[in-house]
Nanobody
Framework: VQLQASGGGSVQAGGSLRLSCAAS????????MGWFRQAPGTEREFVAV????????YYLDSVKGRFTISRDNAKNTVYLQLNSLKPEDTAVYYC????????????????????WGQGSLVTVSS
């Protein structure tokens, strides 16, 4: 499956952005979809995940209540709504996909994911 992220940009602290990730080349509804981010000089970290059927989500503690992950299986697209942005949210954001293998645990590790998009830069100024 191929993933194409879009929607990044530059905003001031407190602002909002919506990232999109369009999938092609596979059956989108069988994949759990995640978002990760990587700031300069840091490791890529998990941000959020949504289950293949869209019913379950899980977030990094520091983004809970500010970010919302969702998906539209009819459009083969996953979204990440970023609200109340802070300068520390500045990073390249990556979408990722892994096939649902029936386990209860939603994938949150970088090594869990098989497919990655190219990244979209989010810059938050103070």
């Amino acid at each position: 499956v191929q993933l194409q992220a879009s929607g990044g940009g530059s905003v001031q602290a407190g602002g909002s952005l919506r990232l999109s990730c369009a999938a092609s080349g596979g059956t989108f509804s069988i994949y759990h979809m995640g978002w990760f981010r990587q700031a300069p000089g840091t490791e890529r970290e998990f941000v959020a995940v949504v289950s293949s059927n869209g019913l379950r989500t899980y977030y990094l503690d520091s983004v809970k209540g500010r970010f919302t992950i969702s998906r539209d299986n009819a459009k083969n697209t996953v979204y990440l709504q970023l609200n109340s942005l802070k300068p520390e949210d500045t990073a390249v954001y990556y979408c990722a996909a892994v096939q649902n293998d029936g386990r209860l645990r939603l994938p949150t590790l970088r090594s869990d994911y098989a497919y990655w998009g190219q990244g979209s830069l989010v810059t938050v100024s103070s």
